[in-house]
C-alpha cells in the first residue's frame, strides 16, 4: 500500500488546517485508516482512527477540535484540525491497516502561539 499524505503547513493558534491522504495500489482490503504525530523528542502517538465500519477514534487532546472523514474515494481519508494549538506542532503521519500496518511520509504541522 503506497500512502500519500498531504496539507501541512504552518498556521497561527486558533488556526484550521485538513490533511489528506489517499491510499493505492493495495492488494488487501484496508480494514482502517488513520493519524498519528511526533513531535520532536516525543513518540509517536495516536491522533485519529477510521475504520471501515465508520468508527472512529481520537485522542483525548484533540477531541472536539480534530475531526477524521473519508472521501468520496473509498481509500482517501481527510483530517480536519481547528481550533490548533502549539502542542499540535508535530509531523503527522497517515496509516492503513491491511493484515499488517503501512505508513506514509510524514507532514509537517506547525502552530505559532
Known amino acids: 500500500v503506497q500512502l500519500q499524505a498531504s496539507g501541512g503547513g504552518s498556521v497561527q493558534a486558533g488556526g484550521s488546517l485538513r490533511l489528506s491522504c489517499e491510499a493505492s495500489?493495495?492488494?488487501?482490503?484496508?480494514?482502517?485508516m488513520g493519524w498519528y504525530r511526533q513531535a520532536p523528542g516525543q513518540e509517536r502517538e495516536l491522533v485519529a482512527v477510521?475504520?471501515?465500519?465508520?468508527?472512529?477514534k481520537y485522542a483525548d487532546s484533540v477531541k472536539g477540535r480534530f475531526t477524521i472523514s473519508r472521501g468520496d474515494a473509498k481509500d482517501t481519508i481527510y483530517l480536519q484540525m481547528s481550533n490548533l494549538k502549539p502542542e499540535d506542532t508535530a509531523v503527522y503521519y497517515c496509516n492503513a491497516a491491511t493484515y499488517r500496518i503501512h505508513w506514509g511520509q510524514g507532514t509537517q504541522v506547525t502552530v505559532s502561539s
Open positions: 495500489g493495495s492488494e488487501f482490503t484496508i480494514n482502517a
Open positions: 477510521l475504520s471501515a465500519e465508520g468508527n472512529t
